[in-house]
C-alpha cells in the first residue's frame, strides 16, 4: 500500500485499539513524558505523523505511536491513525518520531516475536543478572555490543560464542561469590579478553581467588581489571605472564579481523 493510498482517521474512542506484542512497552516519566505531553497539548497530535495500527481478526493493534496514544488517551485528545497491513513494515524499523527505542527495546521486540537467538539472549542476561550490553559482547564475540548494534536492531543478531560466554560467566561468578564487589562490566569485560589468549590456564583465576580472596578488589574500567586478574594469576608463579598485554594484544587482532571482514562484505554488496 502507498502513502498516497493511506486514509487518516481520527477517533476518541480509545477502546478501539490494543498494545501490539513484539513492540516495546510504554514507558513514560521525566523529560520525555514532560516534553511529549507539551507538544500534545499545545498542538494535539499533527495528522502528518498519525499513529500506525495493523487490523488482525477485527482488532487494531499499535504498530507505532503507543506512547503518544497512552498519553493521549491521558489527555481525552483526538487520535489519528491509519490502518496499514503491509507486512513490509517493522515498528523497529520505522520508529524514528516521539521516544527513541533503546538497545532493551529492540532486544524484547525481536524476542517477543521468538526469535531464538534473542530469546536466549534475554534468558542469559537475566540468569547471569548482568546488564544486557555485555551479554550480547560476549555471546557475539565481540568486545563491544556498538558492533552488533545494526544487527540487533534488524532482528539479524546471531548467537556465536556461547562456550566462551558460558566460561567466562562461570569464573566471573565464582569471583564475584568470593567479592561482589568487583564490578562487572570490568571484570567481565577483562575476562573476555583474557579468553582470547593462548597458553593460558583458564581454570587458574578461580583456584587463585579461592586461596587468595584478599587479592579481588573492586576495578573501575578494564585496564585496571586486567591487572588484578594478571596479579592474582601471576601470585606465587615463579614465570609471569604478561596477562594484560597478551589480552589487549588479542582484542587487537580480533578488532583488525573484525573490521577486515566487514569491508569485505561492504564490497561484496556493492559489486
Not at 483526538?78 to 524514528?96: A, K, Q, T, W
Not at 573501575?220 to 598485554?245: C, T, V
Request: with cysteine; charged share 25%.
Amino acid at each position: 500500500m502507498s502513502k498516497s493510498q493511506l486514509v487518516i482517521n481520527r477517533t476518541k474512542n480509545y477502546q478501539m485499539f490494543e498494545y501490539q506484542g513484539g513492540n516495546r512497552d510504554v514507558e513514560l516519566n521525566g523529560t520525555r513524558r514532560k516534553l511529549l505531553k507539551k507538544s500534545l497539548e499545545e498542538f494535539g497530535w499533527l495528522e502528518y505523523m498519525p499513529m500506525i495500527v495493523k487490523k488482525t481478526s477485527g482488532k487494531l493493534f499499535i504498530t507505532e505511536g503507543q506512547h503518544r496514544f497512552a498519553l493521549a488517551s491521558e489527555l481525552k485528545i483526538e487520535v489519528p491513525y491509519v490502518i496499514e497491513n503491509d507486512i513490509r513494515i517493522d515498528p523497529v524499523l520505522i520508529s524514528g518520531t516521539g521516544v527513541p527505542w533503546n538497545l532493551k527495546n529492540f532486544v524484547a521486540s525481536h524476542a517477543a516475536k521468538q526469535n531464538k537467538d534473542f530469546v536466549e539472549l534475554l534468558d542469559f542476561t537475566n540468569d547471569n543478572e548482568i546488564p544486557l550490553a555485555i551479554a550480547i559482547a560476549i555471546l557475539g564475540n565481540n568486545a563491544t555490543e556498538r558492533n552488533h548494534l545494526d544487527a540487533i536492531k534488524r532482528g539479524t543478531w546471531k548467537i556465536s560464542s556461547r562456550k566462551l560466554a558460558n566460561d567466562v560467566m562461570n569464573v566471573y561468578r565464582e569471583l564475584n561469590s568470593l567479592n561482589n564487589d568487583i564490578g562487572v562490566r570490568s571484570v567481565v569485560g577483562a575476562l573476555y579478553a583474557i579468553w582470547h589468549c593462548k597458553g593460558l590456564d583458564m581454570n587458574r583465576f578461580a583456584q587463585q581467588a579461592r586461596r587468595y580472596p584478599r587479592m579481588l578488589h573492586k576495578v573501575s574500567n578494564r585496564d585496571d581489571a586486567l591487572l588484578m586478574l594478571e596479579d592474582l594469576y601471576n601470585f606465587g608463579k615463579h614465570q609471569k605472564d604478561p596477562i594484560k598485554i597478551m589480552a589487549e594484544n588479542a582484542l587487537r587482532q580480533r578488532s583488525a579481523t573484525y573490521a577486515a571482514k566487514s569491508r569485505k562484505i561492504t564490497e561484496e554488496k556493492a559489486a
